[in-house]
């Protein structure tokens, strides 16, 4: 299957340019003059890498970038921002946003061509972020979907999985029943913050030694649900 990458530049010309190279090389593209059009394309379709110009009308590319670094459905694609700026700080910026490199206008498509397969390179080689997490005697497996505890398989439903996943990945933090609901049942219909309740009861029934004495998943009275932050 071809990998798919998204162009996003309010200078058609630059787009036409970027997206005839790529599919030259055997690539698939899709493209967007602004960010918000962008948003829309990568919330209905899977990409491999986004090339992403830093100067956009709307939602301007580091807010972008940004944006996309920091949702769980976003985070693992690679970003190569493009600009026509080649001052330091633009850069700097760029990349502590979580862009994975930059490329100053102008370039030649050779350049681009190479940078793109560089950092795919790079991002196929690395382990993907938390692919087996390990907590105490739990592990948890993100490609799988498994969890064991000891080294036995624990059968858990796919939303308890998930929920365990949201959990274990944001430990220290504290979530109440609405903030779970909105992350982890996003966006399902006729879902009451009591079936958290209900999530959390039978997840430590499987996963806990005493579920009534829980190691693993505590709950902050008043407030709500952790996974400690010392595990």
Request: neutral net charge.
């Amino acid at each position: 299957m071809k990998q798919k990458i998204l162009v996003v530049d309010d200078e058609k010309d630059i787009l036409e340019l970027i997206s005839y190279n790529l599919k030259k090389e055997g690539f698939e593209t899709a493209s967007s003059t602004n960010g918000e059009d962008a948003v829309d394309l990568i919330k209905r379709d899977t990409f491999n890498l986004i090339i992403l110009d830093l100067m956009l009308p709307g939602i301007q590319g580091m807010e972008l970038c940004k944006m996309l670094k920091s949702s769980d459905d976003t985070s693992s694609i690679p970003i190569i921002m493009l600009t026509a700026k080649n001052e330091e700080i633009d850069k700097v910026l760029g990349l502590e946003t979580g862009a994975d490199d930059y490329i100053t206008k102008p370039f030649s498509p050779r350049e681009l061509i190479a940078r793109v397969k560089a950092v795919l390179r790079r991002t196929r080689e690395k382990p993907a972020k938390d692919r087996v997490i390990k907590i105490v005697d739990l592990e948890i497996n993100t490609d799988t979907y498994q969890v064991k505890k000891r080294g036995r398989l624990i059968k858990l439903s796919a939303t308890e999985f998930k929920l365990l996943v949201y959990l274990v990945q944001r430990k220290g933090r504290v979530f109440n029943r609405d903030m779970l609901l909105n992350g982890v049942w996003k966006d399902e219909t006729f879902v009451e913050p009591r079936t958290v309740d209900v999530h959390i009861r039978r997840l430590r029934a499987q996963i806990e030694d005493d579920p009534s004495a829980p190691v693993y998943i505590k709950t902050r009275r008043g407030i709500g649900y952790c996974v400690d932050g010392e595990l």
